[in-house]
């Protein structure tokens, strides 16, 4: 990577994955100079780093897929229901290539700082090269799930065998034919990835803290009618998914759980179960509003693991019991729960036997010790402010963002922080982003951002900024609509409880996609209600 880096741009976008590439083609259609930093070498982000085994989208195919151009949509063509990683990066690689997006990305280049220039309005953005660059606008495409987070598991550097971390999986295969596998974790990273390993390792030791559920996926090859019912029909779809409480077009059955019989209630469960993924959470209107609807469907899950889980006291250990079903990620899988019946895999349950240290063959509980060629760390992310926060913002007057979101994050709509102009997030907290198909909302910024750049040029402004009052109602809001929910129950990455030390707020918002995009629009649609929009001062002085 030689091309070098212009001292001044309209924007700088950091982020190479979906998100900062249809920024990237919204910005130049509007006539702005725009470059994408990204730290890989190579676009796809998320799809980019989790390259481990099983890795897979729990969004459909038909829906996880850009709709901005109508004749990508239809002529792309997925393989499965459900894509998985390598397919999902080929996808990334053919937006890139497709939208000639690659001259404007420099790739191995990580952003470290940027600080708002009050005087010029201007952001001085400088990379882990040096390299400094002047920029009018600044674009977070930086990810939810992308700040790796590796445990605070003692002795972890002395092992001696080989580690992995499901989000920075190396590029080349693993093989794990024939070695001892330690698998730690089991959310949705490690619920795809073991059955695969298990199939190829000799032995797979699964080290549980807190269980999770899994809906199957029923993933299979594409059907050729069902694809092309929706490419015959995809604007429309696509238009009422975005109406859709996540972003996904599934029905959602309006009733309550609790206002019908039992039997039509394990049909309905049934029919969800059979059918996969996590349009299962749309078996009844309130399953996360009440406790008591929720009960009836975690306990149909809890019977369906009792029923695949051969070990009475395994299944008993993989049946989740301390949160709401859905209010943890839900997860969907390819055979996870019938892998524990294999001779070659086993679970160890560290609510009765806590690891007590890592060790140079490998890993050490209150009740034994276990030796492993290969540690595989499934141990999650600092999800949606980890990967913002590594980076050193400094606002206006001196304002530090990790100062501003100490006690949790705070924005106005998840776009914008107050204090910080003209700099904005893609599916930053406060916006739906991971309570949503990521695409769809990862679109509706990228427009929101561009509709926004192109009424600021319309009218010469240089400097938007979120208004103090307008980030505050934001916030509120943005808990109230949570606590209605059982959400804040769960010990949850939403609630950043995954990390020692992290504030304990819960971080998107969970209004729906369709209600927040309606605001959005709204507030558009009224002058940008709640931003301030200001003419260029250095202009104007000079
Ligand atoms: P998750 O869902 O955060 O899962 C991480 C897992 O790792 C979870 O089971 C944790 O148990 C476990 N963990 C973390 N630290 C430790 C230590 N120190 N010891 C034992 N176990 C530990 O991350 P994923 O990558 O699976 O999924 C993230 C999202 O990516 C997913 O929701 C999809 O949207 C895609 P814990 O629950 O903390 O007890």
Redesign the pocket.
């Known amino acids: 990577e030689t091309k070098s880096l212009p001292k001044t741009l309209d924007a700088v976008i950091v982020g190479a994955g979906f998100g900062g590439m249809y920024m990237l083609h919204r910005l130049r259609a509007l006539g702005l100079s725009a470059r994408i930093l990204e730290q890989a070498d190579g676009v796809g982000g998320t799809w980019y780093w989790?390259r481990y085994p099983g890795a897979r989208c729990?969004v459909e195919s038909m829906q996880y897929s850009f709709s901005f151009d109508e004749a990508l949509q239809q002529e792309w063509q997925w393989s499965e229901r459900f894509a998985a990683q390598p397919e999902l990066l080929r996808y990334a690689n053919h937006i890139a290539d497709r939208y000639d997006l690659r001259r404007d990305i420099h790739f191995e280049t990580r952003v470290a700082s940027a600080r708002f220039d009050e005087a010029a309005e201007r952001w001085t953005v400088t990379t882990d090269k040096g390299e400094v660059v002047s920029a009018r606008h600044c674009v977070m495409a930086t990810g939810c799930?992308s700040a790796a987070?590796l445990?605070?598991?003692k002795g972890i550097a002395a092992f001696k065998g080989e580690t992995y971390h499901?989000?920075y999986w190396p590029h080349g295969k693993v093989d794990f034919t024939g070695k001892r596998v330690a698998v730690?974790?089991?959310?949705?990273?490690?619920?795809q990835a073991i059955p695969v390993i298990a199939a190829e390792a000799a032995q797979v030791t699964v080290?549980?803290?807190?269980p999770?559920f899994s809906i199957p996926s029923r993933n299979a090859p594409m059907d050729e009618a069902y694809e092309q019912s929706w490419k015959s029909d995809y604007a429309a779809r696509r238009r009422e998914a975005r109406t859709m409480r996540t972003g996904i077009l599934y029905a959602i059955n309006p009733l309550s759980a609790l206002e019908v019989d039992e039997a039509t209630r394990q049909a309905e469960y049934e029919r969800r179960w059979e059918n996969g993924g996590t349009a299962f959470m749309g078996a009844f209107g309130d399953l996360i509003l009440n406790k008591a609807s929720n009960d009836t469907a975690a306990e149909f899950v809890r019977n369906k693991i009792r029923g695949m889980v051969k070990d009475p006291a395994t299944a008993e250990a993989l049946a989740p019991k301390d949160h709401p079903i859905g209010t943890?990620?839900i997860?969907v899988d390819t055979h996870y729960y019938e892998t524990y019946n294999r001779p070659n895999v086993a679970l160890v349950n560290?609510r009765e036997t806590p690891?007590d240290t890592i060790t140079a063959t490998g890993i050490r509980t209150s009740a034994r010790d276990f030796e492993f060629d290969v540690i595989v760390l499934?141990?999650?992310?600092d999800?949606m402010t980890g990967a913002l926060l590594k980076i050193d913002f400094e606002g206006r007057g001196g304002r530090r963002l990790s100062a501003e979101w100490e006690h949790g994050p705070r924005s106005q709509l998840g776009l914008m922080v107050a204090g910080f102009p003209n700099l904005f997030m893609i599916t930053g907290p406060g916006s739906p982003s991971?309570l949503s198909n990521m695409i769809v909302s990862i679109e509706q910024h990228v427009d929101w951002i561009a509709g926004l750049l192109g009424h600021m040029q319309a009218r010469g402004l240089a400097c938007v900024e979120a208004t103090e009052e307008a980030q505050a109602d934001w916030v509120r809001h943005g808990m109230e609509v949570a606590e209605k929910t059982l959400y804040p129950s769960a010990?949850s990455?939403y609630m950043g409880?995954?990390i020692p030390g992290k504030p304990r707020v819960f971080m998107p918002y969970i209004g729906g996609v369709g209600v927040y995009r309606e605001t959005c629009d709204a507030i558009a649609a009224r002058g940008y209600e709640g931003f301030r929009l200001a003419g260029p001062q250095v202009q104007a002085a000079a």
């Open positions: 989790n729990d799930l987070r445990p605070d598991i499901t989000g730690i974790g089991t959310g949705s990273s490690a619920i080290f549980q803290r807190t999770n943890k990620r997860c560290l690891i499934a141990t999650g992310f999800a991971v010990a990455w409880a995954n």
